[in-house]
Every structure is written in C-alpha cells, then in structure tokens.
C-alpha cells in the first residue's frame, strides 16, 4: 500500500509537459481534367497567363462571384439553349478555345460582355472585353459603331448595304454566370443583325462556375 502511495505522489508532483506536434494535411493536386490536364497557357493582352485550378484543397469561392439570390428580373435564370444554332459549352471547351486562340488562331475571339465595372473583379484570360451595351442599339449604341465593330473586330463586310458574314470569326461569350442576361443580350443582337449562329458559342456558367472550379481570374 505505501508503496502505490509513493507511485502516486511522485506521478502528481511532476509536472508533465506534453508538446504539441502540428499536423498539416497534405494538399492533393487539383488538375483540370481526366486527360491529365493540369494547365492552359493562354495570352492575356500581350502576356503569357497559366490557367489552372487553385491548388489549396481548402480554397473558399471568390465573393465577388459568391452571390446567389440577384433580382429577378433582371437577373433570371438564363436556358440551356439560347437559340437555335448556338452551342452551349463548359469549361473545357472554353479553354480549348482559348489555347487555339492564343496559339495563333484568329478565327477565334473569346467576348467578355460585361460592363467595365464587373470586369475590374476579375475575368477569364485572354478574354476581350465587350460590353453588351456597345451592340444594343436601346443602350445609345448607333449603326455607325456597331458597323465598326462588325468589320473591324468580327471580320463582316458591307457589299451593296447589305452584310456578309462568310469570313466572321467563331464569338465564344460569357458573362457573369447562368442569371447573367449580358453575353445572352449580345449573341441575341448579333443574331438580329444576320450573323451566323453556328460562329456564336456560348458558355453559360461564366465567371460564377469558373470561380467555383478555382481557374485562374485575371484582373485589371
């Protein structure tokens, strides 16, 4: 008995100093696709940008492009199909479009839509800002510089008042997510104006799915 009481004591009068050992989880690669894909290198106004996903498994979406519950109108709920002729496409068809664009492809021209004032929270690389209102003749946008913008950006020709659309680049649009009415006002125009539907691409999900799957977002 003396002696378990002996055992005792000496256990509570020592002081015993148990250290800490900090365990960090090992982050696991974040590739793009099945095939391996883990990057995209594209040209961003004259300078090389690497899309990839975030590599910090604990990641947390941008506010910026967090936000839900907009008003409806205007911010409805955009269809899978916006007209007839006109491809919906995801992620990784966006980012083929822009590496054949950035690997020298001008037949290509990837359209961000948005206003200046969405645009400055980021947007896709290698993406050519295009707000909606330059092509909506309801907004103060005049013939003459919907005209310029035709022939000068989309590669349409005038012959006898009339436009030819044989040349035209492939338009891949976006906006801000699947509630986003700008790129849809934009293709639904150049509709309206004659050009072909089958050169207009459309990637629905925007900055609001391409935020979510952590791929690089280049600002101002």
């Given at each position: 008995?003396?002696?378990?009481?002996?055992?005792?004591?000496?256990?509570?009068?020592?002081?015993?100093?148990?250290?800490?050992?900090?365990?960090?989880?090992?982050?696991?690669?974040?590739?793009?696709?099945?095939?391996?894909?883990?990057?995209?290198?594209?040209?961003?106004?004259?300078?090389?940008?690497?899309?990839?996903?975030?590599?910090?498994?604990?990641?947390?979406?941008?506010?910026?492009?967090?936000?839900?519950?907009?008003?409806?109108?205007?911010?409805?709920?955009?269809?899978?199909?916006?007209?007839?002729?006109?491809?919906?496409?995801?992620?990784?068809?966006?980012?083929?479009?822009?590496?054949?664009?950035?690997?020298?492809?001008?037949?290509?021209?990837?359209?961000?839509?948005?206003?200046?004032?969405?645009?400055?929270?980021?947007?896709?690389?290698?993406?050519?800002?295009?707000?909606?209102?330059?092509?909506?003749?309801?907004?103060?946008?005049?013939?003459i510089?919907?005209?310029?913008i035709?022939?000068?950006?989309?590669?349409?020709?005038?012959?006898?008042?009339?436009?030819?659309?044989?040349?035209?680049?492939?338009?891949?649009?976006?906006?801000?997510?699947?509630?986003?009415?700008?790129?849809?006002?934009?293709?639904?125009?150049?509709?309206?104006?004659?050009?072909?539907?089958?050169?207009?691409?459309?990637?629905?999900?925007?900055?609001?799915?391409?935020?979510?799957?952590?791929?690089?977002?280049v600002?101002?």
């Open positions: 008995m003396n002696l378990v009481k002996s055992f005792v004591s000496a256990i509570l009068g020592t002081t015993i100093v148990i250290t800490a050992v900090s365990v960090q989880a090992e982050s696991k690669p974040v590739g793009i696709g099945f095939g391996g894909l883990t990057e995209v290198a594209v040209k961003h106004k004259g300078k090389t940008v690497v899309i990839k996903r975030n590599q910090n498994n604990d990641a947390m979406v941008d506010p910026s492009f967090a936000k839900t519950s907009r008003a409806c109108p205007p911010f409805c709920i955009q269809p899978i199909s916006l007209a007839p002729g006109v491809d919906t496409i995801g992620e990784i068809e966006m980012l083929d479009y822009l590496a054949q664009m950035s690997g020298g492809d001008d037949s290509i021209m990837v359209i961000d839509s948005r206003t200046p004032n969405w645009v400055e929270r980021g947007q896709i690389p290698g993406a050519v800002n295009l707000p909606w209102t330059l092509l909506n003749t309801a907004k103060g946008a005049d013939p510089s919907i005209g310029e035709m022939e000068n950006e989309f590669g349409a020709t005038q012959f006898d008042g009339l436009w030819k659309f044989g040349a035209v680049k492939t338009l891949v649009m976006y906006c801000n997510g699947m509630w986003c009415g700008q790129s849809p006002a934009n293709i639904k125009a150049l509709l309206d104006f004659g050009y072909p539907a089958h050169k207009i691409k459309w990637y629905r999900g925007g900055m609001q799915n391409w935020a979510n799957l952590g791929l690089t977002i600002k101002p």
